[in-house]
């Protein structure tokens, strides 16, 4: 079945640099994509619905880039600050609109000031 | 603001006792999920439900059951509570049409004992 593989389990960066994470999935039928952020002992929040190889600016300080010919979703985070600092997780859908989504493990960002 | 709601927020159980966990939405979703939280496993699916008076297993619904009476309340039952079953527990809900779109509630901090 899907597997998903999001890295880097933890990630630091310095206010004002940028920060990538990247999961990578194996089923090819894979079909929506997903960013979910966690603040600490928070739900998780959807930062973001991706359906096709494409890059989107949402205008909240971040960008996902989708590439489906090598499985790859990405969230770059252009000029972090500490808020912006918990985990971050992404999500697959296999087929679409199955209500089955496979989860990566994790990134725990730390924004330091 | 529609919205998905857990109760209780945290719990402290003994090895062997009956715990429910409940979860109420406001989003009018016909799509409900149970899922649990673990460090180093992401998030798993146990059960899900699309429909009052039924529920369907997930990835991993051994030890639990589901029981969603009316469209706003789905509960997960553990009938004889585990130490591997100490986790986090997530609620959520999609609408019919846009299943994989899932909004997530507050959680649930269980510890068994």
């Known amino acids: 079945g899907e597997q998903v593989e999001q890295r880097p389990p933890h990630l630091s960066v310095r206010e004002g640099d940028s920060a990538v994470i990247t999961c990578t999935y194996t089923?090819?039928?894979?079909?929506?994509f997903f960013w979910y952020k966690q603040e600490p002992g928070a739900s998780l929040q959807l930062l973001m619905k991706?359906?096709?190889?494409?890059e989107i600016n949402e205008g909240q300080g971040f960008t996902v880039l989708l590439n489906k010919k090598d499985k790859r979703l990405s969230l770059n985070l252009t000029a972090a600050h500490p808020g912006d600092s918990a985990a971050y997780f992404c999500?697959?859908?296999?087929?679409?609109?199955?209500?089955?989504?496979?989860f990566g493990l994790g990134t725990t960002l730390q924004v330091q000031p | 603001e529609a919205a998905v709601t857990q109760s209780p927020r945290s719990k402290v159980a003994v090895t062997g006792g009956k715990v429910t966990l409940s979860c109420h939405q406001t989003n009018n979703h016909d799509y409900m999920y149970w899922y649990r939280q673990d460090t180093g496993h992401g998030l798993r699916l146990i059960h899900y439900?699309?429909?009052?008076?039924?529920?369907e297993k997930g990835d991993i619904p051994d030890g639990y059951k589901a029981s969603r009476p009316s469209q706003e309340n789905f509960s997960l039952i553990l009938e004889l509570a585990s130490l591997s079953q100490t986790a986090v527990y997530f609620c959520a809900s999609s609408k019919q049409g846009d299943q994989d779109t899932q909004y997530f509630g507050p959680g649930t901090r269980l510890l068994v004992l």
């Open positions: 439900s699309y429909v009052a008076d039924s529920t």
């Open positions: 999500a697959v859908s296999i087929t679409g609109n199955t209500g089955k989504l496979i």
């Open positions: 991706v359906f096709s190889s494409t």
């Open positions: 089923d090819p039928n894979s079909y929506y």
